[in-house]
């Protein structure tokens, strides 16, 4: 488990939503069978580039806030998004609608959707790195660039059939009270409506979120393999980067796939699995470094 402290905005009481530029367009994006929620961002003066970002498990459009103004300063418009079933998105009620293959066909839709064309800057969090891999192998012809943050190779093990075994039998509340034992905290204080901003706003996306897509989601994290030689393949250039303190996907595991798919491959130091939200500006200055070259 990390020991970092809580992010900087957490201390002065913002939450991540608190962090959307006011300039930024949130929007409902229809893509067929679902309606994606969706947050753009345009560039700060002339348009270098486009960047797409993916959110991982149990997350939502509003991660990648903390650095939206500050990559949108470096000269990229920035879009990110709910994947279907996440806070704001609609999602069926099945596991079975969110095969992988149906996730990454999601980005395209979006792309499309969104008239965004060839050249964007792909970037997966955690689990949106496992679909952002889908994504470009789907067809790597729209993409400049694919980040793997804070991402892995491989499963995450059974921990993730108990935890998929916890929502089918006690719902999100079993998945809720399981997030609140590991940090040490009162499981049931959000009953008592004791919990403050911060942690109303975590229980609010746990809450919003369809079981269906945490269900499939517990699937594919136990069942992801390593796929880079079909991400090799494709051409795309990538970047590896993780906090130097990421607890997911074992560090060593992360370093040896980069180094599979020749990608560049960037530490960030004193930050952790959500190294975006831990230092927002490094991670930002990193990225558009990497997307100007």
């Not at 498990?57 to 103004?69: A, D, K, N, R, Y």
């Not at 008239?115 to 889908?134: K, M, Y």
């Not at 901003?197 to 809450?207: A, S, T």
Request: charge should be negative; aromatic fraction near 8%; glycine fraction near 10%.
């Amino acid at each position: 488990m990390s020991t970092l402290p809580p992010p900087a905005f957490e201390l002065q009481g913002k939450t991540l939503d608190d962090l959307l530029p006011a300039s930024a367009d949130r929007k409902i994006v229809d893509i067929g069978d679902v309606q994606l929620a969706v947050a753009d961002l345009p560039a700060t003066g002339s348009e270098l580039g486009t960047a797409l970002l993916i959110p991982g498990f149990t997350s939502s459009l509003s991660t990648f806030f903390p650095m939206f103004q500050k990559l949108a300063d470096q000269g990229f418009r920035v879009i990110s998004f709910s994947q279907r079933g996440q806070p704001g998105s609609t999602g069926p009620d099945s596991p079975e609608g969110y095969a992988l293959d149906t996730l990454g066909r999601d980005i395209h839709l979006l792309a499309d959707a969104l008239g965004l064309g060839r050249n964007l800057n792909l970037l997966g969090h955690s689990f949106g790195g496992v679909v952002g891999t889908e994504a470009v192998i789907q067809d790597p012809s729209r993409f400049a660039s694919f980040t793997m943050w804070n991402s892995g190779a491989g499963s995450l093990g059974e921990q993730m059939l108990s935890e998929q075994a916890v929502l089918r039998e006690h719902g999100i509340r079993g998945i809720w009270i399981g997030f609140r034992q590991e940090v040490g905290a009162d499981p049931d204080a959000d009953l008592r409506g004791e919990l403050n901003v911060i942690e109303q706003f975590y229980h609010r996306r746990l809450f919003d979120t369809n079981p269906a897509q945490l269900d499939a989601g517990f699937t594919h994290l136990h069942g992801h393999r390593d796929r880079s030689d079909e991400l090799a393949a494709s051409g795309v250039r990538v970047l590896v980067s993780h906090g130097s303190l990421d607890d997911a996907w074992p560090i060593e595991q992360q370093r040896e796939f980069a180094e599979k798919v020749n990608a560049d491959y960037w530490v960030v130091a004193n930050a952790g699995h959500s190294a975006h939200a831990d230092r927002p500006d490094v991670c930002a200055g990193l990225l558009a470094s990497f997307w100007k070259n």
